[in-house]
């Protein structure tokens, strides 16, 4: 009986054990990924060191972005030509604000601020101060293969773009019934006469 309790007890500090390492392996797996994260921003956002998108980026990935492009598949140069379209017409002064991990994702919380210096850069861009929460899901080896990107653009002047296209839309259907009026005010008033 001795023996079995001996036995039990060795098994139960075993799994422990186990337990304990493997839960280890996984928080250093997390730690590591938004190390990487980290550095991703670091160099393609926060600094203009947008060769460095194959440290953190793999071959391809998946992209769920705002608007349309949502499960699109994109060749990892795609987020270099993106970083630098942004640093060509302007500078950045961003920050993260926090990280968090689980598992293979991490979430990303940061402030991107925009200076234009370009006429390019103040009417497509704007310049301001966007929240944005980017959600990273990495792969073994350490590789970004899934992005989910959201922009709290509603504080920007992105959304004076979106009126401004809605107000055009607008007064554009508007004037199709105005045009149809005045042409029958005129039949109506050659009728008359």
């Known amino acids: 009986m001795k023996t079995v309790l001996i036995i039990i007890a060795i098994l139960g500090l075993w799994i422990n054990t186990y337990s304990q390492v493997d839960s280890l392996s996984s928080r250093s797996i997390q730690e590591r990924n938004k190390e990487i994260a980290r550095n991703f921003y670091q160099d393609l956002w926060f600094t203009n060191n ?3 998108y194959t440290n953190y980026v793999a071959d391809e990935y998946v992209v769920h ?31 993260i604000n926090y990280q968090v991990a689980e598992g293979d994702i991490v979430a990303t919380r940061w402030e991107a601020t925009f200076k234009p210096k ?12 966007t929240p944005i929460i980017n959600v990273f899901r990495f792969n073994e080896e350490g590789k970004i ?8 653009d509603i504080d920007t002047p992105q959304t004076m773009k979106f009126t401004i296209k809605g107000l055009f839309i607008g007064l ?4 199709i019934p105005t045009i149809i009026a005045f042409r029958l005010k005129r039949k109506l008033k050659a ?3």
């Open 50 to 52: 947008t060769d460095n």
């Open 65 to 95: 972005d705002i608007g349309d492009r949502k499960g699109v598949t994109e060749p990892a140069i795609e987020q270099k030509e993106i970083a630098d379209l942004f640093w060509e017409n302007g500078t950045w002064d961003s920050k």
């Open 118 to 129: 370009t006429l390019l850069g103040r009417v497509v861009f704007g310049s301001g101060t």
């Open 145 to 152: 293969v899934e992005i989910w990107n959201h922009r709290h």
């Open 172 to 175: 554009l259907i508007a004037l």
């Open 191 to 193: 009728a008359r006469n």
